[in-house]
């Protein structure tokens, strides 16, 4: 995944703007093959279902994070740099809440793992 386009998704997610993410993350995904695409699949379904989240529709929102997290599996626990066991586990939670009906008090961020001792970031 091209370095910019990760930061973007990254910080298109974080920022809540789920929609945005999944457009930038399909436009990656569409020529990917092999392991990345489906990865990348993993993430847009995590933003996709967020996003109907936002807008009350729980239904989906619960069928999109389950596709994604179903994908994220394989990845764990840490992919190109991103710490995919934290946003599992986040993404886990705010599933529940939203399966129990409860709101979601906080979204999930994507996590860039740094370099040991370095202090340097991985991308952001």
């Known amino acids: 995944m ?26 990656a995904w569409t020529p990917e093959h092999g392991p990345r695409r489906l990865f990348l699949q993993s993430l847009i379904h995590i933003a996709v279902g967020f996003y109907p989240c936002q807008r009350g529709n729980r239904a989906g929102a619960i069928r999109q994070l389950n596709k994604g997290l179903r994908k994220l599996d394989a990845y764990l626990p840490s992919y190109e740099g991103l710490d995919t066991a934290q946003l599992h586990r986040d993404v886990r939670a705010a599933l529940e809440h939203i399966e129990s009906d409860a709101a979601v008090a906080k979204c999930p961020q994507i996590r860039m793992h740094t370099l040991s001792g370095s202090g340097c970031g991985m991308g952001i």
């Open 2 to 27: 091209d370095i910019n386009c990760r930061r973007a998704g990254v910080r298109l997610f974080n920022n809540r703007e789920f929609f945005e993410c999944h457009e930038v993350l399909e436009a």
